[in-house]
């Protein structure tokens, strides 16, 4: 696709439960983004992929947060018995190379009631 | 520990006036900086950015001013427009990792 896609747009869950979100970034794209946005605060670093090397997950919050990436492709950010502090904006970006320009995509919204 | 400061939460400024959107930073290893703007239900674009071996950097009506003694950057808009009312972050990043670190955002509105 031309952009960075993320899938759901929306997802409400119930406190406890586990969720998935989707990124698929955009073609050819080596390094991929995880970050989250609570309301009123900025862009939380969560973890990065670069190719084949191990991802630098330095900023998930806790052991529930993970996240793989199959190949230089889609990535899945899983969060394990969810808690209402998760509750905010998912955002994956991707980039052609380290330290390049990030696109992002349009962001996941969690709500976890 | 917040490695990247935008300490003004909101900016309003008049059509056509200068908007000045200010950054600090306390990671002396940080070395390039950027600027991205960010619509409601959208993700962040790309505006500019620089690197430490510079202090500024121009693209049109946007420049980037980086003063690394004071570790201060700051992102002039210039005619301001209505259509850049958004949400401006700064982002940075040090040599030894990929990792970009966003600041808290500044709401610029841009009135007529």
């Known amino acids: 696709g031309a952009g960075v896609s993320q899938s759901p747009s929306n997802k409400v869950t119930e406190k406890g439960k586990d969720v998935e979100l989707r990124c698929d970034p955009i073609?050819?794209?080596?390094?991929l983004y995880w970050y989250r946005q609570r309301l009123g605060q900025g862009l939380e670093f969560l973890i990065y992929f670069q190719g084949n090397s191990a991802p630098d997950k330095s900023g998930l919050p806790s052991d529930r947060f993970s996240a793989e990436r199959t190949g230089e492709s889609v990535s899945t950010l899983t969060i394990q018995r969810t808690q209402q502090e998760d509750s905010a904006v998912y955002l994956c970006?991707?980039?052609?190379?380290?330290?390049?320009?990030?696109?992002f995509g349009s962001g996941t919204q969690l709500s976890v009631l | 520990d917040q490695q990247v400061k935008q300490n003004s939460p909101s900016l309003s400024v008049q059509e056509g006036r200068i908007s000045i959107l200010n950054c600090d930073y306390t990671n002396s290893m940080f070395d390039y900086f950027l600027w991205y703007k960010k619509y409601p239900a959208e993700g962040p674009t790309f505006l500019i950015s620089?690197?430490?071996?510079?202090d500024k950097n121009e693209d049109g009506r946007f420049t980037v001013f980086l003063n690394k003694s004071a570790k201060h950057l700051s992102l002039h808009i210039v005619p301001s427009q209505p259509g850049d009312s958004a949400v401006y972050f700064c982002a940075a990043s040090a040599g030894n990792t990929d990792k970009l670190i966003f600041g808290t955002g500044t709401r610029l509105q841009v009135f007529p």
């Open positions: 620089i690197s430490s071996i510079k």
């Open positions: 073609s050819g794209h080596t390094a």
């Open positions: 970006a991707s980039s052609q190379m380290a330290r390049g320009r990030l696109f």
